[in-house]
């Protein structure tokens, strides 16, 4: 690529190739089910089989846009043979396949794959490989968000003390890199404490893994734990990245996202959650809540955990009111949740912004 890359320097696995990538006929995506216990790559041959691995929870966190975008440059290479005006079809079915992977981030998800089929446009108006088009979108694209998070890493550092424990919830993907990043950077010391974040452990697996790798002090805590350690350890912050802010302030995130908050209100803890706002979400009443299979909830890792019988159940995120959220941490500062609008008129654009 013509341009630098914005993933140096953060652990393996926020690296573009080992997120998810198109290459030949095929997308290699990181199974996150089994990293780190195991590293394996889940092969994809149709953007259909992309759509799938994201439902089935192979990447998740920021994973599926970079999933998506790249399962949109397979369906460039799936309808080559077409005519153009055949190819826009099949990619505008194709980006409606990978965005619906799952509800509660849809909204998101189709801003990459619009992006992706403008990039598609623009490459068969010049007679270009669409595929090769839409891979060179999707790198840039992450170019821009790795930067855009990088800034907010920048002004989420600068509420750390010079000795720092933080509190996190489930993986953050590129705002943990870069928040790690940023505090080498500012010479800070950072201690975290990562729930575990059950039923797919994304907490004890993910975030404590990418800790590790870029050389900082990580303890991991059951669920059921966070309340004692806000007490007993002296924790200056909990921080979560987002999977939607609705303008009225409520935060969607993985469930516990919320319980934690209450605790950390409860004890004087702040609360920051980073990322921005979502146009598209302009209250809570517009999301949706997804709801997988409860039986995940009755097994750990694939080891049966309750009796025949009994019930499970698993919604994937909740939703956390605004009063319980200190601040809502931006590439253009931090702004209350109770005045998410002001970020767009002081010029954000959002994470997942269409730029062609």
Known sequence: MTEPREDQGVAYMLQYENIAWYDAGEVR????????ARVEFVTCRTHVEVAQAVTDMVTQSAGPYTAAAMGMAL???ECR???????LEFLEHAASVLYSARPTTRARMKLVTDGCL?????????????????REYAVAANNRRYHKVN???????ALFPQ??????????????????????????????????TRPYFQGARLTATVCRDMGFDVTVITDNMPAFV???????????????????????????TMQIAICANHFGVPTFVTGAPDIGHPTKDTVTIEMRDPDFTLQAMGVRTAAGGVK?????????????????VTDRGVFSPFDLHRYFSSGGAGDYEMVV
């Open 75 to 77: 369906a460039g290479y």
């Open 118 to 134: 403008q990039a598609a446009r623009t490459a068969l108006a010049a007679g270009g490989q669409v595929d090769a088009a839409i």
């Open 163 to 196: 000795n720092a424990a933080v509190m996190t919830q489930c993986f953050g993907e590129t705002i943990v890199g870069m928040m790690l990043k940023e505090a080498k950077k500012a010479g800070k010391q950072v201690r975290l404490f990562c729930p575990e």
């Open 151 to 157: 800034q907010i890493a920048e002004y989420l550092v």
């Open 81 to 87: 043979e077409m005519t153009a005006q055949k190819q």
């Open 312 to 328: 499970g159940y698993y919604p994937a995120f909740d939703m956390t009111p605004p009063h319980l959220i200190s601040g809502i």
């Open 230 to 256: 806000l007490e007993r350890e002296g924790v200056d912050l909990f921080t979560c990245a987002a999977d939607a802010i609705c303008l009225d302030g409520y935060v969607v995130n993985k469930v516990g």
């Open 29 to 36: 995506i990181l199974d996150r089910r089994v990293y780190p």
